[in-house]
């Protein structure tokens, strides 16, 4: 994740282009998974620290489970493992269409903003089809 170009691709601009950054993944892994059902209040385009490299990275996050830490969907990894696994990583935000979290200690997501910019730019681009 580059903090100088913070742009979010739609899985359309990213399937075209053929390339992408770990938002793209994340994006794309959202998208796919509520067309294929999953509940949009469950899944999180989620922003972690990587421990060990030091930089920002973005992950998809699923909470199968209330209160339950959740699954992480990594452009590095091949694993699907849940968060408390991942010690490489910190969670930072959780953005969907319903706000912006903070994850507790307890796994419950707390809100800490009603929406993202980021986000809400890339709801309108998807749904103007690009």
Not at 2 to 31: H, M, R, S, V
Not at 68 to 78: A, M, T, V
Request: hydrophobic fraction near 35%.
């Amino acid at each position: 994740m580059d903090n100088k170009q913070d742009y979010w691709a739609t899985p359309k601009e990213f399937l075209t282009c053929g390339f992408g950054d770990c938002e793209d993944y994340a994006i794309i892994k959202y998208y796919s998974l509520l067309k294929l059902g999953f509940d949009e209040k469950k899944l999180f385009i989620t922003t972690v620290l990587e421990k060990y490299k030091g930089g920002l990275h973005m992950v998809l996050s699923y909470f199968k489970n209330e209160n339950e830490s959740p699954l992480i969907l990594d452009n590095l990894s091949f694993k699907i493992l849940d968060l408390k696994t991942r010690t490489d990583l910190e969670a930072q935000k959780f953005i969907n269409s319903t706000g912006v979290y903070k994850l507790s200690k307890e796994n419950r997501l707390i809100k800490i903003d009603e929406k993202s910019n980021n986000f809400l730019n890339l709801s309108l681009k998807v749904k103007n089809n690009h």
